[in-house]
């Protein structure tokens, strides 16, 4: 298992930048695929990015495509989510997760989330 803790969330204004931060700590962080998904009031967890243990893969979802980047750095155990354009239907709880593959009902280890609202 991996511990991780999230941070960066916060209120922030339609077309603002934020960058998300998840520190790991346990295992050998390098070993993981890292995601990160988000979950709205009222719906369900959604699967946002993904990016693979050396980096040279990511995945996003469609919405978030041109906006979102995600990037990560093995030397600092941290896996980062940098969001542009930010929109109102960004505003949700992130998690950032460990898996041992891409898909997303095998990421096992999660963090506390943190909250991200954008306001029109």
């Known amino acids: 298992q991996v511990q991780l803790v999230e941070s960066g969330g916060r209120l922030v204004q339609a077309g603002d930048s934020l960058r998300l931060s998840c520190a790991a700590s346990g295992r050998t962080f390098s070993a993981y695929t890292m995601g990160w998904f988000r979950q709205a009031p009222g719906k369900e967890r959604e699967f946002v990015s993904a990016?693979?243990?050396?980096?040279?893969?990511?995945y996003y979802t469609d919405s978030v495509k041109g906006r979102f980047t995600i990037s990560r750095d093995n030397a600092l155990n941290t896996v980062y989510l940098q969001m542009n354009s930010l929109k109102p239907e960004d505003t949700a709880v992130y998690y950032c997760?460990?898996?041992?593959?891409?898909?997303?009902?095998?990421?096992?280890?999660w963090g506390q989330g943190t909250q991200v609202t954008v306001s029109s």
């Open positions: 990016i693979s243990r050396s980096g040279s893969m990511t």
């Open positions: 997760a460990a898996g041992r593959t891409w898909s997303p009902a095998d990421f096992g280890s």
